[in-house]
């Protein structure tokens, strides 16, 4: 599914969902590229590799950095904000990108994960996984999905995701993950985290009975994003 729908603020929404699994890399460039277009858009992919991704902030001399590269780890510097992820073949990657004069931004966009984040909660509901946006858990200065600020997607206590954004004059990227498999010696190794411990509150979705994600997962989450942005606050409890 790619194409256009037609948002509430009468410009196209651009919906890709890529087909093939692509690299960290690639990803977090093709996110950055919608973001200069401005939006409203939606892209979801199924990464293809290992990679560390972090934010724009991080110092380039963070240990937890040298760590990953000397395990072979690749290192992929976002725009957006937030810490370390380690990322793994299966994870679902999506984002939005939306004028800031669009209903779902707001004037409260920096903590308005449950508004943003809103497609992956109705996607997993769709699947029989109840999900919500929550504090993050304060538990790590560098895991993201363990981190001190913003909010962190949860299924039955345990965090399966998290998000980021990256704001410009015109328009806000909001990009998340949804991983697959979670590898927590390696991000307790990473990260200095010990296990049991903090890493055991993480959980993919291949601990909760999901497959790894074909297309037709891609094409799903993209419409749920999709629909969110064409349609903000329609009631699809029903």
Do not use: K
């Not at 110092?59 to 937890?64: D, H, N, R, T, Y």
């Amino acid at each position: 599914m790619n194409g256009p729908s037609r948002g509430s603020n009468s410009r196209a929404v651009r919906v890709v969902a890529v087909a093939e699994e692509v690299p960290c890399r690639t990803e977090v460039a093709e996110e950055e590229a919608l973001l200069r277009d401005g939006g409203p858009a939606v892209r979801v992919a199924v990464l293809a590799d290992r990679a560390l991704s972090v934010g724009v902030a991080v110092p380039e001399l963070a240990p937890w950095l040298a760590r990953a590269r000397a395990e072979g780890i690749p290192v992929v510097r976002r725009s957006s904000g937030g810490t370390g992820v380690l990322h793994a073949p299966g994870d679902l990657a999506w984002s939005l990108v939306l004028p800031r004069d669009h209903p779902l931004v707001g004037r409260d966009f920096v903590g308005a994960y449950g508004r943003l984040g809103g497609g992956a909660v109705r996607f997993l509901a769709a699947r029989g996984r109840a999900a919500s946006w929550v504090p993050a858990p304060g538990l790590s200065a560098e895991c993201c999905l363990l981190g001190e600020r913003g909010q962190v997607l949860v299924v039955a206590e345990r965090i399966l995701g998290g998000a980021a954004q990256h704001a410009d004059r015109a328009a806000l990227l909001h990009h998340g993950i949804l991983p697959f498999a979670v590898d927590r010696a390696a991000t307790g190794r990473l990260f200095g985290l010990p296990s049991p411990g903090p890493v055991d509150r993480l959980v993919g979705l291949a601990d909760l009975g999901f497959p790894r994600p074909a297309f037709s997962a891609v094409r799903a989450l993209a419409a749920s994003f999709a629909e969110e942005i064409a349609a903000p606050g329609r009631d699809r409890t029903t």
